[in-house]
Structure formats: structure tokens, C-alpha cells
């Protein structure tokens, strides 16, 4: 049974956790709080010298103690707010000539660009060197010297940051604010004449020998003839490498719910405790040999933890386990809920902004299902045959975790995968002989006969659990998608479930009631905003670098214009499929191609060549191919769509048709668009470009 008053940890980290959120959603500094801790600070002293505090008053000390901890939590958040400093980069400079920037992460080689996230340091304004400092993401054209550059190196650059942008279509992925919760602001396009390597080994050692650890372990797969697919898996499943991980292998594990094989986490990092833990056992009988084995354990951990790149969960696993060895050591029982408190609090006092991050908060709920909801389904049934009972252990620990993170996993991936059980059922027992297996390749390496037949071995499993992971992604029904929660939704679905689990457990009728009743209300947010969906008509003109897309939504049907194929690209999924989930769909019922021909007619809604008729909205779109007609200033359209790069002029559009607004797709060229637009100030003609003002959007 579960008890409050056991767990004063998990009771103390829930206003430190309010606090982060609040400075996270605020992102305001109040000097008052900095005060109002000084002052609780101050009373909390008096309470606790005082030999004793009347029953009925005891109230007051868990309050200001709460209270002291949710501004702990506020101002811990705000002073790692980086922008917010007089010393970054941005507050400094107008248009710098140079700056110097320190690689803070590994580089990772893209198919044109290296991408590298460097720290400023100084920057050369008006006439004279300032300090500073400040993230950037530095997209450097590759060629051979800039994919030799490395962690810790000091570059010279010669360019103007600029902002990240906003999501630029409705429901988009929101990478400027995932961006800020690391502190990156900005960034900048690198020619190769634009850079110069000035320095090298200026990172931090530590830091510095994890990496160059991770290579030599990467090189050790290399020459024993570790390639393609299997490659990437190996190097992500081991290393925490996943620059090599295509498209096709990401989804195949995230559509089977598997994806957590290929994030290092507390599933790694438990199995190199446990192997480390029998190779350990002698030293249980010497006379030093716990304290030796513990500070074994825990450094190999995290040598292991930054290896793997010091990812949130890899940290929680190993603070969390740390804990746990600690407190064994002590020959003292250790309260599995404060130890995943204690593992949070560190992580969160180090980076906050650890809370905003998916994986975060996917890792915490998956422990607190496997601890708190997998003894009550493992008890369902009793085996008697060890195997049996390995497997139904295994079944029992899938269906805690998915039980607790599914509705968090449906909010951010808008999708459910099915058959979670049968793929992870086979592919953990697969990956944990993988994981031993790469770790006799890596310290059997010398040997290079008996290291080549292991690793052969171990690529022989990979290709096998590759091939379930495909196998199974392709079963018909593998997953439910387009799926759409909203925040409200998404927490209604937890105390849902929540309340079942109640029921379950205590068997108390008003949890029954309770549960109903939330599912009422779900059900009726789901139902509301199906029938508002079936009402909506949109006209919409999306933002997709070099792409022309073009939307219309009436009622239950949605039709897409556009110069690319939509299903299975990046560009479907990353730009588009997140609002069209929220509208009611998974995909456009009809996909029209740009063509100088083009006819479609259904209810509502007409094209013709370069003419569109949607409800009462007149529509042209003017391209080098469709924009040939003589033109008639007695036919006026709502809006005309400027698309495919086309050599005109804005005085040559009106002059054959009168529009009320021209709008400007992202197929233009930036350079045109931007003649475009001051043609338009000149001519006072309402404009919106989509490159420069996200999708122009409308409800009809």
C-alpha cells in the first residue's frame, strides 16, 4: 500500500516542479520572489528552533517549507535563462564583423551541412573585442575541413546570427521553443569562406574523453565489419549514437513502440549494472570490498551516463540507481519512491529545463507505472515454470509502462502502437543479448579472431530484431494515428485512468463514479470537437521552404494543392500532419498536382486551369505556366496566389485582374518575394508572404 507520509521527497518535489513550470510558462523575473524566499528562509529558522509547534499550527511550517521550495524552483528556472542575461551575445551586438565560438557538443555530418552547436564567446562591435556568451546552432556547408571539425575546437566566424523562427503553420512542431529549453536562440548559415579554426582542445576534459571513448567504441564496430542498418542500430542501442538512424528505421521502431531501444535509458543502463554487479562478486569478501564495489558501480555508471551523451533519461537511470547502491551499501531499505524523487530533484536542480523534455517525462511516468502498477497485474497470475514467469514478469512490466505514458505518448506523437507486447516481448530479450554481446566485442578488441566472431554474431541478432521491428510494422492495424489531444484533453485521460487503477486497487464504488463521470466529460471534449470540425471551412496557404501547398477543409473533405507527393515524406509528417490531425484527418482525401491543367470539381468547390471557386471566395493562382490570359479588370478575385518562381511583375498582375489581397507561397525565391512585397507597399495592395508571415490561414 501507498502511503504520503512515506515519501517526503515526492511530497517536496511537487512544488518544486510547480515552480519550474511557472518560470517556464511566465518567463518573467519578479525580484520579489528572491526576497519572499529570504524572508520564508528566515521564519523557517525560527519554526525549527523552537522546541515545539502546537499540533494545530504545524500546517504553518509545511507551508512556508512548500512555499520556499516552489521559489527555490521559479528562481533556479529563471537564472538559467541565458537570454535574459546583459552578457549574451544578442543584447551586445548590432552586426558583428567576428565572433568566436567554442563547439559544445559533438558535430553531426549532414548530407550538405555540418551542424555544430558552439557557445559565443566574443564578438568583434564597434571597433573593439567584447566577452559574451550564448548558444548557436551553426550550419557549416560541408566539405573537407569542416567535417573535421571536433568538439572543444575555437572557431572565427564571419556572419550575423538570426533568430530562430516560429512554427510556421498551424499546429507545427514548435522547434524555436524545444530550442530555448537548451538555450539556443539563434543561428546562423556558414560558407566555407566564412570560418577558420583558430584553436583546438578548449572543451571540457571530461567531456572531451566521453567522446573520444564513444568513437573508439564506434571504431571497434567499424573494423569488424559492422555496416548499414545494423550499424546504426548497434551504434545507437550501445553508444547512444543515432546520427546514422534513417527515417525508415525511426518510425519502424517508434510505430511498434519500441523507440525506447534505440534512446539509451534505464533499460541500457540497469543492464550494465547488472552485468557489472556479478562481475563484481568477489569483492564481497574482502574486508573493503563493498565500499570498493560501490564506487565501482557508480563510476562505471556514469562513465557509461557520458558516454551515451549524458541524455535525461540515462541520467535519471544512473542518479536513480546510484541512489539505490548507496542506500544498499548502508544496509538500509530504500524507499523506491523517494529514490525516484531524489534522482529528479538532482536532475532537475541541474538543468530545470530537463522538465520540458519528453523524454523526461516519459522515463519518470514508465518508472512509476513499473513500480507502482506492475506488482498488482504480475500478481494476476502465478507461474510456477521459471520461463513462463520470465516472460508474463515481461508482459506485466510492458503494460505498466504503456499504461502510464500511453495518454503523454498520444498528446506528443499523435499515435498508439498496437502491438506493443508482441514487439516488445521479442526485441528486449534480442537487445539485451546485443548490449552483452557489444560489450565482449568492445573488451575483447585486442583479440581480433574472437572479437570478429562475436561481432558477427551480434549483427546476425540486430539484422533479426530489425527484421521483427519491420515485420511488425507492417501487420495491418500496427497503430492508431491521427490521433489529436489537447492539454486539457490529455489530462482528463490521466485522471481517467488514474481512478480506474483506484478502483482496481482499493474497490471503493465512488472511484467507479469518479471514472464514469471523467470519461463523460472526455467523451464530450472528443464529440465537441468532432462536431466543430465538420462545420469548419478553411482556405489555407501553407508555409513549406521551396514547396507550393495549398489547403482547403469544407466540412468532411480535405484537398490539397500542391507541387509535392504528401504521403510518406518528411514534409507531410513535420509541416502539415499535426494540423490536419487536429481538423479531423489523417491525410487529404484528394491530392491535386500543379499542372497547367488542372480540373476538379465537387460541392463547393471548382478549379480550372489557374481559376479556384471555393464557397464564395475567387481565387487565381499566377505562375509562368497558367498566368497567359488576356485578363479582364471586370473579373475580380478575393486572392491571388503567386506560386512557382514565376518572372512577373505586381503592375502586370493588377493590370489584367483587380484581387484584394495577393498572397506570396514559400515556391518563390526569397530575393523576389522580397521585390514583391515592396512592389506592394508601393502600390498599397494587401500582401502576405508565407515565407516571411507563416501560412496565411482563413475560416470561411
Known amino acids: ?201 578548449k572543451g571540457n576534459f571530461f ?11 564506434l571504431n571497434v564496430f567499424k573494423e569488424n565489419k559492422i555496416e548499414g542498418k545494423e550499424y546504426a542500430v548497434v551504434s545507437a542501442l550501445v553508444a547512444g549514437n543515432t546520427d546514422n538512424l534513417d527515417t525508415e528505421t525511426l518510425k519502424a521502431f517508434s510505430d511498434t513502440g519500441t523507440m525506447h ?41 556514469w562513465l557509461y551516463a557520458f558516454i551515451t551523451g549524458l541524455s535525461p533519461a540515462v541520467l535519471r537511470a544512473a542518479a536513480m540507481l546510484s541512489f539505490v547502491i548507496i542506500g544498499k551499501s548502508l544496509n538500509r531499505d530504500v524507499n523506491i519512491y523517494n529514490t525516484i524523487a531524489a534522482s529528479a530533484f538532482l536532475l532537475l536542480i541541474i538543468n530545470p529545463f530537463n522538465l520540458a523534455d519528453v523524454g523526461f517525462q516519459l522515463s519518470y511516468l514508465a518508472v512509476a507505472g513499473i513500480v507502482f502498477i506492475e506488482p498488482y497485474i504480475n500478481n494476476v497470475f502465478v507461474f510456477k515454470n521459471k520461463i513462463a514467469d520470465i516472460i508474463w514478469k515481461m508482459i506485466s512490466v510492458s503494460i505498466a509502462a504503456q499504461i502510464a505514458t500511453f495518454p503523454l505518448g498520444m498528446f506528443y506523437f499523435h499515435q498508439f502502437p498496437n502491438y506493443f507486447l508482441i514487439s516488445n516481448l521479442i526485441v528486449i530479450p534480442i537487445s539485451t543479448v546485443v548490449i552483452y554481446l557489444a560489450i565482449a566485442v568492445i573488451v575483447l ?107 482547403f477543409v469544407d466540412k468532411n473533405k480535405n484537398i490539397l494543392l500542391s507541387d509535392f507527393k504528401t504521403n510518406g515524406t518528411a514534409n507531410f509528417a513535420y509541416h502539415l500532419a499535426n494540423h490536419w490531425n487536429k481538423t479531423g484527418y489523417k491525410e487529404p482525401d484528394t491530392t491535386i498536382n500543379f499542372s497547367g491543367d488542372m480540373k476538379y470539381f465537387s460541392d463547393n468547390f471548382f478549379i480550372h486551369k489557374n481559376f479556384i471557386q471555393y464557397y464564395d471566395k475567387k481565387i487565381i493562382l499566377v505562375d509562368s505556366n497558367s498566368f497567359y490570359f488576356s485578363g479582364n479588370k471586370n473579373i475580380s478575385f478575393d486572392y491571388a496566389v503567386i506560386t512557382g518562381n514565376p518572372k512577373i511583375k505586381i503592375k502586370d498582375v493588377i493590370s489584367k485582374i483587380n484581387t484584394k489581397e495577393i498572397i506570396i507561397d514559400s515556391s518563390n525565391s526569397l530575393y523576389k518575394t522580397k521585390k514583391w512585397i515592396e512592389e506592394c507597399k508601393k502600390l498599397k495592395i494587401a500582401c502576405h508572404a508565407v515565407s516571411f508571415e507563416r501560412a496565411f490561414v482563413i475560416e470561411l
Open 1 to 201: 500500500m501507498f502511503f504520503w507520509n512515506q515519501v517526503p521527497l515526492l511530497r517536496l518535489l511537487i512544488p518544486f516542479i510547480i515552480g519550474i513550470y511557472s518560470a517556464i510558462q511566465f518567463n518573467k523575473d519578479y525580484p520579489a520572489f528572491k526576497f519572499l524566499l529570504i524572508l520564508i528562509f528566515l521564519f523557517l529558522l525560527f519554526f525549527t528552533f523552537l522546541k515545539k509547534l502546537k499540533y494545530g499550527k504545524q500546517w504553518i511550517y509545511g507551508f512556508l517549507l512548500n512555499s520556499a521550495i516552489f521559489f527555490s524552483g521559479y528562481l533556479i528556472t529563471i537564472s538559467d535563462i541565458e537570454i535574459s542575461d546583459k552578457s549574451h551575445f544578442s543584447k551586445q551586438m548590432q552586426k558583428p564583423e567576428m565572433a568566436v565560438g567554442r563547439v559544445i557538443k559533438p558535430v553531426v555530418i549532414k548530407e550538405k551541412t555540418v551542424k555544430v552547436i558552439a557557445e559565443i564567446e566574443e564578438i568583434y562591435n564597434k571597433n573593439h573585442w567584447q566577452n559574451c556568451e550564448g548558444k548557436v546552432i551553426l550550419w557549416i556547408k560541408k566539405d573537407s575541413a569542416s567535417e573535421k571539425i571536433e568538439y572543444g575546437d575555437l572557431l572565427l566566424l564571419n556572419s550575423v546570427f538570426s533568430e530562430i523562427k516560429l512554427p510556421q503553420n498551424p499546429e507545427e512542431f514548435n522547434y524555436k521553443r524545444y530550442l530555448s529549453f537548451r538555450n539556443i536562440y539563434h543561428q546562423a548559415y556558414i560558407k566555407n569562406s566564412q570560418w577558420k579554426l583558430i584553436a583546438r582542445n
Open 207 to 217: 567531456v572531451a574523453f566521453a567522446i573520444k571513448l564513444q568513437k573508439k567504441i
Open 261 to 301: 531501444i534505440l534512446s539509451v535509458s534505464g533499460l541500457h543502463v540497469g543492464i550494465i549494472y547488472y552485468a557489472l554487479s556479478l562481475m563484481l562478486f568477489f569483492l564481497n569478501r574482502k574486508k573493503y570490498g563493498n565500499i570498493i564495489r560501490v564506487l565501482i558501480l557508480i563510476s562505471f555508471l
Open 445 to 551: 578488441s585486442p583479440f581480433q579472431i574472437i572479437s570478429f566472431f562475436l561481432a558477427k554474431a551480434m549483427a546476425f541478432l540486430t539484422f533479426i530484431m530489425n527484421s521483427v521491428i519491420f515485420y511488425i510494422e507492417h501487420l495491418p492495424f500496427s497503430k492508431f494515428y491521427g490521433i489529436y489531444l489537447s492539454l486539457p484533453e490529455t489530462l482528463i485521460l490521466f485522471l481517467t485512468v488514474s481512478f480506474i487503477l483506484a478502483f482496481i486497487i482499493l474497490k471503493r464504488p465512488v472511484f467507479a463514479n469518479i471514472t464514469l463521470t471523467l470519461f463523460a466529460v472526455f467523451l464530450l471534449f472528443i464529440l465537441t470537437e468532432r462536431f466543430e470540425n465538420l462545420k469548419k471551412k478553411e482556405f489555407a496557404v501553407y508555409s513549406i521552404n521551396k514547396t507550393s501547398a495549398i489547403g
